[in-house]
């Protein structure tokens, strides 16, 4: 593609001015947020690999795939204030990619108010937009506490959907209230289930899992990690097997069970050279010299 301006739902994505706007009101995004947000526009008709964003974003800089969850994270909380906090789509294994129904790609003489910045975004509830709109804006500004507060205050006006739920989840572990983060991961599980997503409903019960086990509730969380394998049973291997054999293994670790705490870990490193997710191989590779 070549234009400058992107218009989708009630938003217009301006290179130029590199601007992120909704109904014609800029929001705020770090610069690496918006050229990610705009790698994945221009390119929203394939599925984006993960080591082409790292190498786009981070050229030259050695970065673990843990900076790139977080910047989708940020993208995603500016997309919700529009509704479309699913626009970015994770695809496991292979990477994201940018989609919704219809995108309209501008060219530079087509003038910005062209198209009516009252528009309804995408699949968004009158409830949904409103009422998370101050939560996501706060979490896209890493303000945890005032995205705490605002996820709480949205979930009185309608229950938040399994996404919200879990960036209300990362917020508070963001501002290092492991407690509060309980509530909002075990109904993003539940509602990550309904919807038949047993990898996200791994995803957050592992995240459970890791709590608990900080707060030396061990029994919790091996229920947890028990429910994590279910969830993963039959799908094919990726992160959140990895994912899952690192948390068993520090369960071990934790309980002074070493051969098989060492067990685990390298099931975490080999799932980690496998898929080469250096994060994973890394973290099996600490706690199996730990068990050591």
């Given amino acids: 593609m070549t234009t400058s301006v992107h218009r989708f739902a009630a938003f217009e994505l301006d290179r130029d001015c590199r601007a992120l706007r909704l109904k014609g009101r800029e929001v705020s995004l770090q610069p690496l947020i918006f050229d ?14 993960k080591e082409e964003l790292l190498d786009t974003l981070w050229s030259g800089v050695i970065v673990t795939e843990s900076s790139l969850q977080r910047a989708v994270s940020l993208a995603r909380a500016a997309l919700q204030q529009g509704g479309l906090g699913e626009a970015i789509r994770n695809y496991a294994r292979r990477g994201y990619r940018f989609h919704i129904d219809a995108l309209e790609p501008v060219t530079d003489a087509t003038p910005h108010d062209a198209t009516p910045h009252d528009a309804t975004p995408h699949d968004a509830t009158p409830h949904e937009t409103s009422a998370t709109t101050g939560a996501d804006r706060c979490f896209a500004h890493a303000q945890w506490k005032a995205a705490m507060q605002g996820f709480a205050e949205a979930d009185r006006v309608a229950p938040l959907d399994a996404e919200s739920l879990e960036r209300w989840a990362n917020a508070a572990l963001y501002a290092g209230d492991l407690a509060s983060a309980v509530l ?47 969830l993963l049973s039959g799908l094919p291997r990726g992160e959140q097997h990895g994912f899952l054999a690192w948390m068993t293994a520090r369960l071990y670790l934790n309980n002074g069970d070493l051969p098989e705490a060492i067990r685990y870990a390298l099931e975490a490193r080999d799932i980690g050279r496998a898929l080469q997710n250096t994060d994973i191989e890394t973290m099996g590779l600490l706690l199996w010299g730990i068990g050591l």
């Fill in 184 to 230: 909002p991961l075990e109904r993003a599980a539940v509602s990550y289930s309904s919807r038949g997503e047993h990898e996200a409903a791994a995803r957050v019960t592992i995240g459970l899992a890791r709590i608990q086990l900080e707060s030396l509730n061990v029994a919790v969380a091996q229920g947890c990690l028990r429910r994590a394998t279910r």
């Fill in 36 to 49: 990610l947000l705009w790698h994945l526009v221009e390119n929203q008709d394939r599925v984006v690999s």
